[in-house]
């Protein structure tokens, strides 16, 4: 099984990109790739530089890493109640590729966050829209108060721990 896992964030201490490659880890034989977003900075998306300069080829790269995929786990950090913009513009540019971003591909969909909130305002955006973007959701868990929740690479809350072992029995 070959599993395309990613931080929906820039941060090169991302939270979300620990726990994605943390569940991803999880899955016993898998083949395991994990994006980092910082491999596809691009200009901001709009229609007037797309008409100007083209797609960029970061983009097709995020479409071909997600064209690769048997599983996605994606965490979404929280920017302001929402997604990142360094994940937006990805996607932005992607959907212009490929409407449908997610190809079918089954995804887990994760969200955490330092605090008691655990990202959950941007979980819920993103687990209503994938299916739009053809984004099977198999399950999806907001984590918060992650530092508590992850020690010394491990998920030490045996709820939590649960939980995400729950959601990849969907595998």
């Known amino acids: 099984m070959k599993i395309v896992a990613f931080g ?12 994605a490659s943390y569940t991803a880890s999880l899955i016993n034989g898998a083949e395991v ?4 977003l910082n491999d596809f900075d691009m ?3 709009s229609e007037d530089k797309e008409k100007e300069f083209g797609i960029p080829s970061e983009a097709q790269a995020f479409v071909d890493a997600i064209a690769q995929a048997d599983l996605i ?9 929402s997604y990142s913009a360094a994940y937006k513009n990805i996607f932005d540019w992607a959907s212009r590729i490929e409407k449908a971003v997610y190809q079918d591909k089954p995804i887990v969909v994760l969200s955490t966050s330092p605090g008691p909130g655990g990202a959950s305002s941007v979980l819920a955006q993103a687990v209503n829209s994938m299916p739009f973007f053809k984004g099977n959701v198999i399950g999806s868990l907001s984590v918060p108060n ?7 690479g491990e998920i ?16």
């Open 33 to 36: 790739t994990l994006l980092d």
């Open 146 to 152: 992650f530092y508590d929740v992850m020690k010394d």
């Open 73 to 81: 786990i994606a965490s979404f950090s929280e920017h302001n109640g």
């Open 43 to 45: 200009p901001i998306f």
């Open 8 to 19: 929906a964030s820039s941060s090169r201490q991302s939270i979300n990109k620990t726990l």
């Open 156 to 171: 030490v809350d045996a709820s939590v721990k649960q939980s995400i072992q729950d959601i990849l029995s969907k595998v």
